[in-house]
T-cell receptor, first 108, second 115 residues
Framework: GQSLEQPSEVTAVEGAIVQINCTYQ??????LSWYQQHDGGAPTFLSY????GLEETGRFSSFLSRSDSYGYLLLQELQMKDSASYFC?????????FGTGTRLQVFP | GAVVSQHPSWVICKSGTSVKIECRSL??????MFWYRQFPKQSLMLMAT?????????EQGVEKDKFLINHASLTLSTLTVTSAHPEDSSFYIC???????????FGPGTRLLVL
């Protein structure tokens, strides 16, 4: 079967750094994406890794290790507005398979 | 760029009625659009892949006769929930890809409540 596992919930304080892990098992793999979703909203794209290594976009970075079927999203200098759900997603041929999602709560 | 809209944003209907949800790519042409369903506090589950000018490809377990998908133009795909029942109440989200790109751009979603 296909699965993408994430921690269900992570908490942190403003200004801190948090890492959200994603381990995957899929029949096909073209890349790993990360999406942010606020309550009641639609997912918004954060980053995409097709190759091993670290991709940095402002306060957010994403890492991929294809040999370990593992990736993570790193959020730095946390702000209250970062409180949301975060989903990893594998591009499998022509479709996205979403992870279980991680709810991040940022406290003052 | 790459804006996707959905209409309506929310809908309440009686059990047994049909509901049509529209997904439009506003500033690009989308050969392929995707329809997802999300229950509260759960992940997004792909329902079907909508291809312009051809039949949609449904995921395992999704009833194609209940969830009718039409992708008649390069900017519009519609999802019709036929004979809706309370268990169909969910958040329905569409997405579209720009040809040649991997990124999916999501619409704002449609919240359906079936009474």
């Amino acid at each position: 079967g296909q699965s993408l596992e994430q921690p269900s919930e992570v908490t942190a304080v403003e200004g801190a750094i948090v890492q959200i892990n994603c381990t995957y098992q899929t029949s096909g793999f073209y890349g790993l994406s990360w999406y942010q979703q606020h309550d009641g909203g639609a997912p918004t794209f954060l980053s995409y890794n097709a190759l091993d290594g670290l991709e940095e976009t402002g306060r957010f970075s994403s890492f991929l290790s294809r040999s370990d079927s593992y990736g993570y999203l790193l959020l730095q200098e946390l702000q209250m507005k970062d409180s949301a759900s975060y989903f990893c997603a594998v591009t499998d041929t022509d479709k996205l398979i979403f992870g279980t999602g991680t709810r991040l709560q940022v406290f003052p | 760029g790459a804006v996707v809209s959905q209409h309506p944003s929310w809908v309440i209907c009686k059990s047994g009625t049909s509901v049509k949800i529209e997904c439009r790519s506003l500033d690009f042409q989308a050969t392929t659009m995707f329809w997802y369903r999300q229950f509260p506090k759960q992940s997004l589950m792909l329902m079907a892949t909508s291809n312009e000018g051809s039949k949609a490809t449904y995921e395992q377990g999704v009833e194609k006769d209940k969830f009718l998908i039409n992708h008649a133009s390069l900017t519009l795909s519609t999802l019709t929930v036929t004979s809706a029942h309370p268990e169909d109440s969910s958040f329905y989200i569409c997405s579209a890809t720009v040809d040649g790109e991997e990124t999916q751009y999501f619409g704002p979603g449609t919240r359906l409540l079936v009474l």
